[in-house]
Structure formats: C-alpha cells, structure tokens
C-alpha cells in the first residue's frame, strides 16, 4: 500500500471527528433506528480520526469514505423513499443537523477519495 501523505490524512481526520460530532448531536435528537445508526456512524468517525492521526494507512481512508457514504445515504433515503411511495414523509427535512451531517459526511468522502489518488500518484 501506498504512503498517506499527513497532510492529507490530518484533514480527512478533522472532517470525519467533525462528522461524528454531529452524528453524535443526530443520535441525541432521534429515537428507534435513526439513533442506533447515528451513535455507530459516531462511534466510527471519532475511533477513525484518532486511528487516522496516529497511523495514517490507506484502509482507514477507504473506512472514512465507506462511513461518509454511509452518512450520506443515511440523510438522503429518508428523504426519497416517501416520493417513491415508501414510508411517510420526514417530518425534518430541513433539519440543520440533518444537512450539516451530509455536506460533512460528502466532504469526507471527497477528501478521503482525493488523498487516496494522491497517496497512489506519489506512489508511481
């Protein structure tokens, strides 16, 4: 595996503790389900950012972005599913939380996908 440069590792960890914290904040707020998968994504992102801060290795960025499409799904599904038919409608579609969590948990992704592609170029 190729080396994670530490730049890049220590802001994809900042973004993903950052995603956990409002995971955290999500999982406080809801109850059944909703809260079960934000306390997990949460309990993921803070575990992940230390690890990632401590030993930078391209499996924990592979984890960051497989959580944050995790995150990203987790607002999304909600929110189609009632406009296929499925469900009833969510009653906080424009909850801030709600939103602050997908564009962390999207930036997450973006970021582990992109110091992913830089570890591999330096590696050739």
Do not use: C
Request: no cysteine.
């Amino acid at each position: 595996m190729p080396p994670v440069p530490r730049g890049g590792s220590a802001v994809v960890a900042t973004t993903w503790a950052v995603a956990g914290v409002v995971h955290l904040v999500i999982a406080l707020r809801a109850d059944g389900a909703g809260a079960v998968l934000g306390f997990a994504l949460s309990a993921v992102a803070l575990a992940g950012a230390v690890a990632l801060l401590v030993d930078p290795r391209p499996e924990l960025l592979v984890v960051a972005a497989v959580a944050g499409v995790v995150g990203v799904a987790a607002f999304a599904v909600p929110l189609i599913l009632p406009l296929l038919g499925i469900g009833a409608p969510a009653a906080d579609a424009l909850d801030g939380w709600r939103i602050g969590g997908f564009v962390v948990d999207a930036l997450t992704v973006r970021l582990a996908a992109f110091t992913l592609r830089r570890a591999g170029r330096a590696r050739a």
